[in-house]
């Protein structure tokens, strides 16, 4: 009864410069386990993860990362792992109800200076997981919520990051 959709985990082994992914789902048990795999795998290819959610999602993925073995708060320090609230993240690249491209563009290049001066020896490139574009469909903000979209897209074609958005079905 469920459709077939490739296993999260076998996005993290997609080559190239960047990449761009969307992922529905039902926030169940399920979504969950893909989610954490998905991002354990980053973990292991030496990949820094960005997850930027809400808080069950945040929650459930910690909790499955810890129960895999992951020492998230060693993996922090390292800036090999952040965990943030969505609001916050839409917070901090929205202004007058837009996406401001440059401010998001410049967070991701932040990342990946970040990323290749202070961890010790980076080996893949930045992912990032996402649902920011979800406050801004509960509002009524749909403009904004396709044009951060079309910003992740324009972004992963001249920055070395992956992004997956996460969208309730």
Known sequence: GRLFVPSL???SAVSGRGRHATQFHNGDR???DELSQFVGAALRLGEPVVLVTNETTRVGVNERLQGRGFDLESLTARRQYSAQDSADGLAQVMHDGRVDRDCLAAIIDGLERSRTTLVDEPQGRLTMVGDIAIPLCRTGNF???IEIE???NEL???LPF???CLYPA
């Open 143 to 145: 403009e904004a919520a």
């Open 162 to 164: 992956f992004t997956l």
């Open 156 to 158: 992963t074609r001249t």
């Open 150 to 152: 079309q910003i992740w």
């Open 9 to 11: 985990t076998a996005l």
């Open 30 to 32: 399920f979504f969950l």
